[in-house]
Protein backbone atom coordinates (compact mmCIF):
# COMPACT_ATOMS: atom_id res chain seq x y z
CA UNK A 1 0.00 0.00 0.00
CA UNK A 2 2.83 2.34 0.73
CA UNK A 3 6.35 2.71 0.35
CA UNK A 4 7.81 1.99 4.13
CA UNK A 5 10.22 4.28 6.17
CA UNK A 6 12.21 2.18 8.51
CA UNK A 7 10.76 2.02 12.29
CA UNK A 8 9.67 4.77 14.33
CA UNK A 9 12.04 3.71 16.96
CA UNK A 10 14.90 4.05 14.65
CA UNK A 11 14.66 8.06 13.85
CA UNK A 12 15.63 8.64 17.31
CA UNK A 13 15.14 9.10 20.95
CA UNK A 14 13.65 12.42 20.51
CA UNK A 15 10.27 10.64 18.82
CA UNK A 16 9.77 8.29 21.96
CA UNK A 17 7.07 10.73 23.26
CA UNK A 18 5.34 10.74 19.73
CA UNK A 19 4.59 6.82 19.25
CA UNK A 20 3.41 4.72 21.48
CA UNK A 21 4.06 0.86 21.37
CA UNK A 22 1.37 -0.29 23.19
CA UNK A 23 -2.10 -2.23 20.96
CA UNK A 24 -4.95 -0.33 20.78
CA UNK A 25 -6.64 -1.64 23.65
CA UNK A 26 -4.19 -0.39 26.37
CA UNK A 27 -4.21 2.92 24.94
CA UNK A 28 -4.97 5.39 28.08
CA UNK A 29 -4.73 9.00 28.56
CA UNK A 30 -1.12 8.94 29.12
CA UNK A 31 -0.89 7.87 25.20
CA UNK A 32 -2.88 10.55 23.86
CA UNK A 33 -1.72 12.84 21.26
CA UNK A 34 0.87 9.77 20.47
CA UNK A 35 1.12 7.82 16.92
CA UNK A 36 0.04 4.02 16.76
CA UNK A 37 2.02 2.10 14.16
CA UNK A 38 -0.41 0.14 11.81
CA UNK A 39 1.90 -2.97 10.44
CA UNK A 40 1.17 -4.23 6.45
CA UNK A 41 0.11 -7.34 7.85
CA UNK A 42 -1.98 -5.83 10.27
CA UNK A 43 -3.92 -3.81 7.63
CA UNK A 44 -4.99 -6.50 5.43
CA UNK A 45 -6.28 -8.39 8.33
CA UNK A 46 -7.79 -5.51 9.83
CA UNK A 47 -9.10 -2.70 7.21
CA UNK A 48 -9.63 -5.26 4.44
CA UNK A 49 -11.91 -2.54 2.95
CA UNK A 50 -9.60 0.05 2.59
CA UNK A 51 -9.69 3.44 4.38
CA UNK A 52 -11.90 6.90 3.88
CA UNK A 53 -10.06 9.34 1.44
CA UNK A 54 -8.60 11.86 4.73
CA UNK A 55 -7.16 8.76 6.45
CA UNK A 56 -5.26 7.76 3.22
CA UNK A 57 -4.20 11.19 2.05
CA UNK A 58 -2.88 11.46 5.82
CA UNK A 59 -1.09 7.91 5.52
CA UNK A 60 0.29 9.09 1.80
CA UNK A 61 1.99 12.43 3.03
CA UNK A 62 3.96 11.00 5.94
CA UNK A 63 4.71 8.14 4.21
CA UNK A 64 3.29 5.70 7.05
CA UNK A 65 0.42 4.35 8.36
CA UNK A 66 0.09 5.60 11.58
CA UNK A 67 -3.28 6.79 13.67
CA UNK A 68 -3.29 9.52 16.17
CA UNK A 69 -4.58 8.71 20.15
CA UNK A 70 -6.71 11.29 20.41
CA UNK A 71 -8.79 12.34 23.48
CA UNK A 72 -12.33 12.29 21.54
CA UNK A 73 -10.94 8.67 20.22
CA UNK A 74 -10.21 7.40 23.96
CA UNK A 75 -13.67 8.51 24.96
CA UNK A 76 -15.45 7.22 22.10
CA UNK A 77 -13.79 3.94 22.67
CA UNK A 78 -14.75 4.13 26.50
CA UNK A 79 -18.31 4.38 25.35
CA UNK A 80 -18.30 1.59 22.88
CA UNK A 81 -17.15 -0.42 25.74
CA UNK A 82 -19.84 0.50 28.22
CA UNK A 83 -22.35 0.21 25.69
CA UNK A 84 -21.05 -3.77 25.13
CA UNK A 85 -21.04 -4.22 29.34
CA UNK A 86 -24.74 -3.48 29.51
CA UNK A 87 -26.67 -6.17 27.73
CA UNK A 88 -29.69 -3.75 27.46
CA UNK A 89 -27.79 -0.63 26.20
CA UNK A 90 -27.14 -1.16 22.58
CA UNK A 91 -30.92 -2.35 21.76
CA UNK A 92 -32.07 1.40 23.38
CA UNK A 93 -28.91 3.37 21.62
CA UNK A 94 -29.62 3.48 17.71
CA UNK A 95 -26.21 5.21 16.70
CA UNK A 96 -23.06 7.20 17.55
CA UNK A 97 -22.93 10.26 15.52
CA UNK A 98 -19.22 11.25 14.97
CA UNK A 99 -19.30 15.32 14.19
CA UNK A 100 -17.02 18.35 14.22
CA UNK A 101 -16.12 20.76 12.13
CA UNK A 102 -14.36 20.42 8.24
CA UNK A 103 -10.94 19.05 8.80
CA UNK A 104 -10.40 18.13 12.28
CA UNK A 105 -10.22 14.55 11.83
CA UNK A 106 -13.94 13.05 12.41
CA UNK A 107 -12.99 10.00 9.43
CA UNK A 108 -9.45 9.26 11.30
CA UNK A 109 -11.16 9.14 14.95
CA UNK A 110 -14.32 6.58 13.11
CA UNK A 111 -10.89 4.98 11.65
CA UNK A 112 -9.74 4.51 15.31
CA UNK A 113 -13.15 3.31 17.03
CA UNK A 114 -13.83 0.57 13.94
CA UNK A 115 -10.30 -0.90 14.60
CA UNK A 116 -10.72 -0.57 18.66
CA UNK A 117 -14.23 -1.95 18.39
CA UNK A 118 -12.69 -5.20 15.62
CA UNK A 119 -10.43 -5.77 17.96
CA UNK A 120 -12.61 -6.44 21.02
CA UNK A 121 -14.47 -8.71 19.03
CA UNK A 122 -17.07 -6.58 17.79
CA UNK A 123 -18.67 -7.83 14.32
CA UNK A 124 -18.50 -4.96 12.19
CA UNK A 125 -19.76 -3.79 8.88
CA UNK A 126 -17.42 -1.05 7.33
CA UNK A 127 -18.21 1.20 4.77
CA UNK A 128 -14.66 3.65 4.76
CA UNK A 129 -16.78 6.21 2.35
CA UNK A 130 -20.43 6.54 1.51
CA UNK A 131 -19.95 8.97 -1.44
CA UNK A 132 -17.02 6.64 -3.23
CA UNK A 133 -19.86 3.47 -2.90
CA UNK A 134 -22.07 5.05 -4.85
CA UNK A 135 -20.33 7.87 -6.76
CA UNK A 136 -16.90 6.61 -7.90
CA UNK A 137 -19.09 3.32 -9.36
CA UNK A 138 -19.51 3.17 -13.29
CA UNK A 139 -22.22 0.53 -13.46
CA UNK A 140 -25.81 0.41 -11.28
CA UNK A 141 -28.92 -1.52 -11.88
CA UNK A 142 -32.44 -1.52 -11.24
CA UNK A 143 -33.16 -4.08 -9.07
CA UNK A 144 -36.18 -4.68 -11.35
CA UNK A 145 -34.51 -5.60 -13.84
CA UNK A 146 -33.05 -8.70 -11.93
CA UNK A 147 -34.82 -12.09 -11.58
CA UNK A 148 -36.47 -11.68 -8.19
CA UNK A 149 -36.10 -15.25 -6.60
CA UNK A 150 -37.80 -14.08 -3.41
CA UNK A 151 -37.70 -11.21 -0.46
CA UNK A 152 -36.89 -8.48 -2.43
CA UNK A 153 -40.67 -7.39 -3.98
CA UNK A 154 -43.11 -8.02 -0.94
CA UNK A 155 -41.29 -5.27 0.60
CA UNK A 156 -40.89 -3.01 -2.23
CA UNK A 157 -37.53 -2.92 -2.66
CA UNK A 158 -37.47 -4.23 -6.14
CA UNK A 159 -38.23 -0.54 -7.14
CA UNK A 160 -34.83 0.99 -5.95
CA UNK A 161 -31.51 0.46 -7.30
CA UNK A 162 -28.16 -1.19 -6.52
CA UNK A 163 -24.06 -0.73 -7.60
CA UNK A 164 -23.26 -4.34 -7.69
CA UNK A 165 -19.72 -4.24 -7.76
CA UNK A 166 -19.52 -1.62 -4.54
CA UNK A 167 -22.01 -4.06 -2.76
CA UNK A 168 -19.92 -7.05 -4.14
CA UNK A 169 -16.68 -5.28 -2.11
CA UNK A 170 -18.44 -4.33 1.06
CA UNK A 171 -19.36 -8.05 1.42
CA UNK A 172 -15.97 -9.15 0.68
CA UNK A 173 -14.32 -6.99 2.83
CA UNK A 174 -16.77 -8.29 5.61
CA UNK A 175 -16.07 -11.96 4.64
CA UNK A 176 -12.17 -10.89 5.05
CA UNK A 177 -12.11 -9.18 8.34
CA UNK A 178 -14.76 -11.42 10.64
CA UNK A 179 -14.68 -15.40 8.44
CA UNK A 180 -13.75 -17.30 11.59
CA UNK A 181 -16.87 -15.30 13.79
CA UNK A 182 -19.57 -15.55 10.92
CA UNK A 183 -18.57 -19.27 10.53
CA UNK A 184 -20.08 -19.53 14.54
CA UNK A 185 -22.96 -17.07 14.18
CA UNK A 186 -25.80 -19.24 12.52
CA UNK A 187 -28.85 -17.50 10.34
CA UNK A 188 -32.23 -17.09 12.56
CA UNK A 189 -34.37 -15.60 9.97
CA UNK A 190 -37.50 -17.23 8.46
CA UNK A 191 -37.13 -15.44 5.58
CA UNK A 192 -33.50 -16.15 4.81
CA UNK A 193 -34.53 -19.60 4.70
CA UNK A 194 -37.20 -19.06 2.52
CA UNK A 195 -34.83 -17.44 0.20
CA UNK A 196 -32.02 -20.39 0.25
CA UNK A 197 -34.22 -22.65 -0.37
CA UNK A 198 -36.19 -20.73 -3.84
CA UNK A 199 -32.13 -20.43 -4.33
CA UNK A 200 -31.52 -24.24 -3.93
CA UNK A 201 -28.44 -23.37 -1.97
CA UNK A 202 -27.63 -24.39 1.98
CA UNK A 203 -27.12 -21.44 4.26
CA UNK A 204 -26.36 -22.77 7.72
CA UNK A 205 -23.80 -19.60 8.94
CA UNK A 206 -23.81 -16.00 8.42
CA UNK A 207 -20.35 -16.96 6.82
CA UNK A 208 -22.25 -18.79 3.70
CA UNK A 209 -24.83 -16.03 3.21
CA UNK A 210 -22.18 -13.58 3.06
CA UNK A 211 -20.47 -15.82 0.75
CA UNK A 212 -23.40 -16.26 -1.40
CA UNK A 213 -23.04 -12.32 -2.21
CA UNK A 214 -18.86 -12.92 -3.11
CA UNK A 215 -19.96 -14.89 -6.06
CA UNK A 216 -19.09 -14.13 -9.16
CA UNK A 217 -20.52 -14.82 -12.15
CA UNK A 218 -18.70 -16.95 -15.19
CA UNK A 219 -17.21 -13.41 -16.96
CA UNK A 220 -15.84 -12.71 -13.76
CA UNK A 221 -18.03 -9.59 -12.59
CA UNK A 222 -20.36 -9.43 -9.68
CA UNK A 223 -23.77 -11.48 -9.92
CA UNK A 224 -25.87 -8.32 -9.31
CA UNK A 225 -28.74 -10.93 -8.25
CA UNK A 226 -26.97 -13.16 -5.66
CA UNK A 227 -24.93 -9.24 -4.43
CA UNK A 228 -28.73 -7.90 -3.53
CA UNK A 229 -30.21 -10.84 -1.85
CA UNK A 230 -27.34 -11.09 0.11
CA UNK A 231 -26.86 -7.60 1.82
CA UNK A 232 -30.99 -7.67 2.36
CA UNK A 233 -30.93 -10.96 4.00
CA UNK A 234 -27.58 -9.58 5.39
CA UNK A 235 -28.18 -6.63 7.42
CA UNK A 236 -31.80 -8.42 8.42
CA UNK A 237 -29.83 -10.74 10.14
CA UNK A 238 -27.42 -8.55 11.80
CA UNK A 239 -30.44 -7.19 13.52
CA UNK A 240 -31.04 -10.18 15.19
CA UNK A 241 -27.59 -11.12 16.24
CA UNK A 242 -26.90 -11.39 19.92
CA UNK A 243 -23.51 -13.43 20.17
CA UNK A 244 -21.52 -10.64 19.78
CA UNK A 245 -21.64 -7.19 19.67
CA UNK A 246 -22.61 -5.46 16.23
CA UNK A 247 -21.47 -2.54 14.57
CA UNK A 248 -22.14 -0.98 11.11
CA UNK A 249 -19.80 1.83 10.63
CA UNK A 250 -20.11 4.63 7.70
CA UNK A 251 -18.08 7.15 6.66
CA UNK A 252 -19.29 10.27 4.94
CA UNK A 253 -22.86 8.86 5.66
CA UNK A 254 -24.80 12.34 4.52
CA UNK A 255 -23.54 11.76 0.80
CA UNK A 256 -26.69 9.00 1.91
CA UNK A 257 -29.05 11.99 2.07
CA UNK A 258 -28.08 13.41 -0.80
CA UNK A 259 -28.15 13.46 -4.98
CA UNK A 260 -25.75 11.33 -6.68
CA UNK A 261 -23.99 11.16 -9.87
CA UNK A 262 -26.67 9.01 -11.37
CA UNK A 263 -29.78 9.49 -13.63
CA UNK A 264 -33.11 7.95 -13.84
CA UNK A 265 -33.21 5.77 -17.09
CA UNK A 266 -36.62 7.00 -17.31
CA UNK A 267 -37.16 10.76 -16.27
CA UNK A 268 -32.89 11.62 -16.59
CA UNK A 269 -33.62 12.78 -13.37
CA UNK A 270 -30.79 12.73 -10.68
CA UNK A 271 -31.38 9.79 -8.68
CA UNK A 272 -31.02 10.51 -4.66
CA UNK A 273 -28.95 8.41 -2.88
CA UNK A 274 -32.13 6.62 -1.02
CA UNK A 275 -33.06 5.33 -4.35
CA UNK A 276 -29.99 2.77 -3.97
CA UNK A 277 -30.52 -0.58 -1.74
CA UNK A 278 -27.87 -0.13 0.51
CA UNK A 279 -28.63 3.42 1.68
CA UNK A 280 -32.25 2.85 1.52
CA UNK A 281 -32.13 -0.16 4.37
CA UNK A 282 -29.38 2.10 6.34
CA UNK A 283 -31.82 4.99 6.39
CA UNK A 284 -34.61 3.02 7.66
CA UNK A 285 -34.87 1.67 11.20
CA UNK A 286 -37.63 -0.70 10.56
CA UNK A 287 -35.84 -2.57 7.42
CA UNK A 288 -32.51 -3.84 9.15
CA UNK A 289 -30.13 -1.02 9.66
CA UNK A 290 -29.83 1.00 12.59
CA UNK A 291 -32.42 -1.34 14.93
CA UNK A 292 -29.78 -3.44 15.69
CA UNK A 293 -31.01 -5.54 19.13
CA UNK A 294 -26.99 -6.06 20.03
CA UNK A 295 -25.36 -2.89 17.95
CA UNK A 296 -24.96 0.53 16.71
CA UNK A 297 -24.37 2.42 14.15
CA UNK A 298 -21.36 4.32 14.13
CA UNK A 299 -21.34 7.01 11.51
CA UNK A 300 -19.20 10.17 10.41
CA UNK A 301 -20.35 13.08 8.93
CA UNK A 302 -18.61 14.65 5.74
CA UNK A 303 -18.45 18.63 5.67
CA UNK A 304 -16.60 18.21 2.46
CA UNK A 305 -19.91 17.29 0.59
CA UNK A 306 -21.52 20.59 1.96
CA UNK A 307 -18.47 23.18 0.90
CA UNK A 308 -18.12 23.99 -2.52
CA UNK A 309 -15.31 26.89 -2.36
CA UNK A 310 -16.41 28.70 -6.44
CA UNK A 311 -20.25 28.45 -6.05
CA UNK A 312 -22.13 31.63 -4.75
CA UNK A 313 -24.33 31.57 -1.38
CA UNK A 314 -27.54 31.85 -3.50
CA UNK A 315 -26.53 28.85 -5.77
CA UNK A 316 -24.88 26.91 -2.95
CA UNK A 317 -28.86 27.26 -1.24
CA UNK A 318 -30.42 26.07 -3.85
CA UNK A 319 -27.84 23.16 -4.34
CA UNK A 320 -28.57 21.75 -1.03
CA UNK A 321 -32.44 22.03 -1.48
CA UNK A 322 -32.36 20.29 -4.41
CA UNK A 323 -30.16 17.38 -2.77
CA UNK A 324 -31.91 17.43 0.44
CA UNK A 325 -35.04 15.79 -0.84
CA UNK A 326 -35.77 13.91 2.86
CA UNK A 327 -34.04 14.40 6.20
CA UNK A 328 -30.98 12.28 7.39
CA UNK A 329 -32.03 9.76 10.59
CA UNK A 330 -28.61 10.74 11.24
CA UNK A 331 -29.25 13.35 14.08
CA UNK A 332 -29.55 13.35 17.68
CA UNK A 333 -32.61 12.52 18.44
CA UNK A 334 -35.03 9.60 18.64
CA UNK A 335 -34.70 6.68 16.57
CA UNK A 336 -36.57 3.52 17.11
CA UNK A 337 -38.96 0.51 15.96
CA UNK A 338 -41.94 1.56 15.62
CA UNK A 339 -44.28 2.38 18.76
CA UNK A 340 -40.63 2.63 20.87
CA UNK A 341 -38.90 6.31 21.56
CA UNK A 342 -36.13 4.39 23.78
CA UNK A 343 -33.18 4.16 21.30
CA UNK A 344 -31.04 7.48 21.02
CA UNK A 345 -28.25 8.54 18.96
CA UNK A 346 -25.56 9.82 20.85
CA UNK A 347 -23.24 12.48 19.58
CA UNK A 348 -19.16 12.78 19.95
CA UNK A 349 -18.00 15.98 19.02
CA UNK A 350 -14.20 15.60 17.45
CA UNK A 351 -12.11 18.93 18.79
CA UNK A 352 -9.73 21.13 17.09
CA UNK A 353 -6.01 19.70 17.10
CA UNK A 354 -4.92 20.42 21.30
CA UNK A 355 -1.10 21.94 21.49
CA UNK A 356 0.10 18.38 22.35
CA UNK A 357 -2.01 17.18 19.08
CA UNK A 358 -0.39 19.70 17.09
CA UNK A 359 3.13 19.37 18.04
CA UNK A 360 2.57 15.72 17.67
CA UNK A 361 1.61 15.60 14.04
CA UNK A 362 4.36 18.30 13.01
CA UNK A 363 7.07 16.36 14.59
CA UNK A 364 6.05 13.30 12.41
CA UNK A 365 5.84 15.56 9.28
CA UNK A 366 9.11 16.87 9.97
CA UNK A 367 10.76 13.40 10.57
CA UNK A 368 8.72 11.62 8.22
CA UNK A 369 9.99 14.10 5.26
CA UNK A 370 6.39 15.60 4.76
CA UNK A 371 7.70 19.10 6.18
CA UNK A 372 11.13 20.29 5.24
CA UNK A 373 10.33 23.85 5.03
CA UNK A 374 13.42 26.33 3.48
CA UNK A 375 13.73 28.24 7.16
CA UNK A 376 16.08 25.77 8.87
CA UNK A 377 15.04 27.50 12.29
CA UNK A 378 11.27 26.63 11.27
CA UNK A 379 11.92 22.75 10.50
CA UNK A 380 13.96 22.54 14.13
CA UNK A 381 11.52 24.22 15.71
CA UNK A 382 8.71 21.81 13.94
CA UNK A 383 10.94 18.71 14.86
CA UNK A 384 11.21 19.45 18.55
CA UNK A 385 7.34 20.09 18.63
CA UNK A 386 7.95 23.89 19.48
CA UNK A 387 6.57 25.29 16.53
CA UNK A 388 2.56 24.81 17.45
CA UNK A 389 2.16 28.39 18.06
CA UNK A 390 3.18 29.73 14.54
CA UNK A 391 1.33 26.57 12.90
CA UNK A 392 -2.02 27.32 14.64
CA UNK A 393 -1.98 30.97 13.79
CA UNK A 394 -1.85 29.75 9.83
CA UNK A 395 -4.28 26.59 10.41
CA UNK A 396 -6.32 27.01 13.39
CA UNK A 397 -4.88 23.33 14.47
CA UNK A 398 -7.38 21.94 11.68
CA UNK A 399 -6.16 18.65 11.08
CA UNK A 400 -6.31 18.95 7.13
CA UNK A 401 -4.95 22.30 6.80
CA UNK A 402 -1.92 21.60 9.23
CA UNK A 403 -0.97 18.43 6.53
CA UNK A 404 -1.59 20.56 3.79
CA UNK A 405 0.72 23.67 4.65
CA UNK A 406 3.39 21.02 5.47
CA UNK A 407 3.17 19.11 2.62
CA UNK A 408 3.41 22.85 0.71
CA UNK A 409 5.77 23.89 2.89
CA UNK A 410 7.99 20.89 2.43
Request: hydrophobic share 40%.
Amino acid sequence: MLERLPNPSSWGSNLSAVFTGKAIGEHSAVDASRYYELPSAHIAQVFPEGFGQGVVREFTTTNLPALMVRQSGLEGREMLASLAKDPGALGKTAALLVRGNRGVGKSTTLTYLVHAARSSGWLVLFLPSAHTYINTQKRFLPLSALRIEIGLAGDGLDELFDVPLATHGLLIGFIQAHEEILATLPVKCAETGALTDALQINVKTLLDLAQLGAVKTASGEADPQLSAHALVALLRELRHVTEVPVMLAIDDVNAFDRGTIFRDPKTARPIHADQFLLPHLISSARKGGSALCNGIVLCAESTSLVYRPTETPGYRKKRIKRERLTKSWAHPGPVAEEGSTDAIVRTLVVPHYSVPELNSALRLYAHSGAFRPADRALHRAASEGQAAGQVHMLTSSRGELVRKLCSQLG
